[in-house]
C-alpha cells in the first residue's frame, strides 16, 4: 500500500532560524511522483514542488531546497532563515501509480515562526 | 484567472439536511477531484473524476454522492448531513497528457458544519 508519513506533527522556532520537515512514503512503483504543498492561516492549499522518482537533483528554490533521496525513500524539505510568513501546514503528497491522478497525503506538519 | 472556485466558503447545516457544494475550474482540466480535511490530518479523497461522464469512489465516499455533466463542474452532494461529515472540503482539478507529474490545483475550501 502506498503510504506517507510525516512524523512531526508541530515544529516551533524563532525566526531566521533554518527548519527541516520529514517526509518519509511507502511505495512499490518504480515511477512516481512526489509533492509538496502548503495550507496557510487562510486555508487555501499552495503547491510548492514536484519531484519525479527518476530525478534525484535536489532543488533549491530562494529559501526553500528539498532533498529526495531514493534510498531513504524521503523527500524532505528545508526552509533556510525562516520567517513569520513561513508559518504555516505542510503537507507532503504521492502520486498514486495508475492513471487517474489521485494524491495520498501525509498528516501535515504545523510550522509556527516566531518573532 | 479564477482557477478552482468552490461556494459556498461557509455553510451550517442541521442534522439530515442535504446540500451541494460547488466546484467549478476553467482550466479546462479533465481531472477532478474532491478531499474533506478533518483537523489535524491531511486530505482524505472522498470522490474522482477523469473526465465528463466518468466518477468513481476514493478513499471515503460513503454519505456523498457526485455527477460530473460537464468538464467544468464537479458538484459534492450530502443527502443526510451527519455530524461526522463536518469537515473542509478542497475541490482541485490537474491535466491529463504525458508528464503525470502535473500538480493539483485547489479551490480555497468549504468549511462545513453540520449541528
Known amino acids: 500500500a502506498q503510504k506517507v508519513t510525516q512524523a512531526q506533527t508541530e515544529i516551533s522556532v524563532v525566526e531566521k532560524e533554518d527548519v527541516t520537515l520529514d517526509c518519509v512514503y511507502e511505495?512499490?512503483?518504480?515511477?512516481?511522483?512526489l509533492f509538496w504543498y502548503k495550507q496557510p492561516p487562510s486555508g487555501e492549499l499552495v503547491f510548492l514542488i514536484r519531484?519525479?522518482?527518476?530525478?534525484?537533483q535536489n532543488e533549491i528554490s530562494g529559501r526553500y531546497s528539498w532533498n529526495f533521496q531514493k534510498s531513504t525513500s524521503s523527500f524532505n524539505f528545508t526552509i533556510t532563515a525562516s520567517q513569520v510568513v513561513d508559518s504555516a501546514v505542510y503537507f507532503c503528497?504521492?502520486?498514486?501509480?495508475?492513471?487517474?491522478?489521485?494524491?495520498?497525503f501525509g498528516q501535515g506538519t504545523t510550522l509556527q515562526v516566531k518573532p | 484567472n479564477a482557477g478552482v472556485t468552490q461556494t459556498p466558503k461557509f455553510r451550517i447545516l442541521k442534522i439530515g439536511q442535504s446540500m451541494t457544494l460547488q466546484c467549478t475550474q476553467d482550466?479546462?482540466?479533465?481531472?477532478m477531484y474532491w478531499y474533506r480535511q478533518d483537523p489535524g490530518m491531511g486530505l482524505k479523497l472522498i470522490y474522482y473524476?477523469?473526465?465528463?461522464?466518468?466518477?468513481d469512489k476514493g478513499e471515503v465516499p460513503n454519505g456523498y454522492n457526485v455527477s460530473r455533466s460537464t468538464t467544468e463542474d464537479f458538484p459534492l452532494r450530502l443527502e443526510l448531513a451527519a455530524p461526522s461529515q463536518t469537515s473542509v472540503y478542497f475541490c482541485?482539478?490537474?491535466?491529463?497528457?504525458?508528464?503525470?507529474?502535473?500538480?493539483?490545483?485547489f479551490g480555497d475550501g468549504t468549511r462545513l458544519s453540520i449541528l
Open positions: 482541485a482539478s490537474s491535466s491529463t497528457g504525458g508528464a503525470r507529474n502535473q500538480p493539483q490545483h
Open positions: 511505495t512499490r512503483d518504480t515511477t512516481y511522483y
Open positions: 519531484r519525479n522518482s527518476f530525478d534525484e
Open positions: 503528497a504521492l502520486r498514486e501509480s495508475g492513471n487517474t491522478g489521485k494524491l495520498i
Open positions: 482550466m479546462n482540466h479533465n481531472y
Open positions: 473524476s477523469v473526465g465528463a461522464g466518468i466518477t
